[in-house]
Structure formats: C-alpha cells, structure tokens
C-alpha cells in the first residue's frame, strides 16, 4: 500500500474511530482494501468472485465498526471517554440526547460512507499540500514557522 494512502487510512481511523493502532485497525485496513476492491468489479454475486469478496469484507467491517460503537457507548456511560473525542462517540452522544435522531446502524452506515469518501479525498489533498509546499518555499517557512511557535507557545 503506497505510504500516503496509509496515512490517509490511520488518520481517518484516529478522527472518526478514535482508533490509535493495533490489530483491529489493521484488520480493518484490510477489510477495507478488500472492500474498494469490489467496487470496479462485475457485480455477479458468486463464491469466490471479487464481487462476493467484497460485499463479505464490507460486512465484516460493518461488525467491527458496530463492535466500536458499543466499547464507546460504554465508555461514555461509564466516563472514560468524552463526546468529542472522535465522530462514532459524538454520534452517540447525539444519539443518546435524541434517540430518535438516529440509530447504531445508521451510524455505522454513516462511518462507513465517510471513510470511504474522504479515503481518496484526503489523500489527495495531501497530495496537493505537498506539491503546494514543495513549490512554494516562502508557504512552506510560514508553515513551519507556525509550528515552532505553536510548540512553544
């Protein structure tokens, strides 16, 4: 997997997942790649096509994200964790304070959408940023001057 699209996978898990590493974050690198997949495939829904793959990793990454969503729940209940410490415990929070608003499989649909939209959007505006920096030095020295007193500060 090219590094940048890496990058874009665990910074998407840290902000919407609140996951920092660790096996589940790569089982879930790989059911999400298996996922993407699928998508330019031919949708005959057989064993052993790519089609088939795909919707199986999807709903096993569905279980995963829904498992997530019942530790955070939890966590909340119990205090260990705050609402805006990432998207799945925001939504829960929404929801317990509307439980009309939504529910854990919306949710789930939800993180899943927004996963696999921002996969090649982020990676892209990275991409960008980069070239960005790279061809612009005085952007680039504001940028890093900007951390140095960020860090100081």
Excluded at 77 to 98: C, G, K, P, V, Y
Aim: charged fraction near 20%; charge should be negative.
């Amino acid at each position: 997997m090219p590094v940048l699209k890496a990058l874009t996978f665990n910074v998407i898990c840290s902000l919407v997942l609140g996951l920092d590493g660790g096996p589940i974050r790569a089982k879930l690198l790989s059911l999400f790649q298996e996922m993407t997949r699928g998508l330019l495939s031919v949708p005959i829904n057989l064993p052993l096509t790519q089609f088939n793959r795909s919707i199986n990793a999807s709903l096993r990454l569905k279980t995963i994200v829904m498992d997530l969503i019942r530790e955070k729940r939890t966590a909340l209940e119990e205090n260990r964790a705050q609402s805006h410490q990432d998207l799945i415990s925001h939504l829960i929070t929404m929801q317990n304070e509307n439980p009309e608003s939504t529910s854990d499989d919306e949710i789930v649909d939800n993180v899943v959408g927004l996963m696999f939209g921002g996969y090649d959007a982020t990676s892209s505006l990275i991409s960008f940023m980069i070239k960005l920096l790279a061809e612009h030095p005085s952007v680039y020295d504001v940028v890093v001057e900007g951390i140095y007193v960020s860090i100081l500060t």
